[in-house]
């Protein structure tokens, strides 16, 4: 069985920075995609940024470009998410997602596996 374990989570002021880390164990062969999603109270999650396994292929929320970046690290089963700059509308519970192939990048539905969310909370 697969499973994704976030880190990294906390409280910093605006301006900060952070790094989450999401660790997948298990059987991870049929993840072709990696992505961070954030979830605030009474809205759906939303795509922050995701990465394939095999190319790096990345996207990102236009809200967040310039300032995060995703990567990987295939050998350890990981993935990463380096948030600079933070803004107090960068707060929210952050959870790592993974997808097969089929199903666009940003659709939350088309991930299949989700990690726990750890909380971001960011101070003006």
């Known amino acids: 069985q697969v499973q994704l374990v976030e880190s990294g989570g906390g409280l910093v002021q605006a301006g900060g920075s952070l790094r989450l880390s999401c660790a997948a164990s298990?059987?991870?062969?049929?993840?072709?995609?990696m992505a961070w999603f954030r979830q605030t109270p009474g809205k759906e999650r939303v795509l922050v940024a995701g990465i394939t396994w095999s190319d790096g292929r990345t996207v990102y929320a236009d809200s967040v470009r310039g300032r995060f970046t995703i990567s990987r690290d295939n050998a350890k089963n990981t993935v990463y998410l380096q948030m600079n700059d933070l803004k107090p509308e960068d707060t929210g519970i952050y959870s790592c997602?993974?997808?097969?192939?089929?199903?666009?990048?940003?659709?939350?539905?088309?991930?299949?596996?989700w990690g726990q969310g750890t909380q971001v909370t960011v101070s003006a």
């Open positions: 997602a993974s997808k097969g192939q089929s199903g666009g990048a940003y659709d939350a539905r088309a991930y299949d596996l």
């Open positions: 298990g059987r991870t062969s049929r993840s072709w995609r």
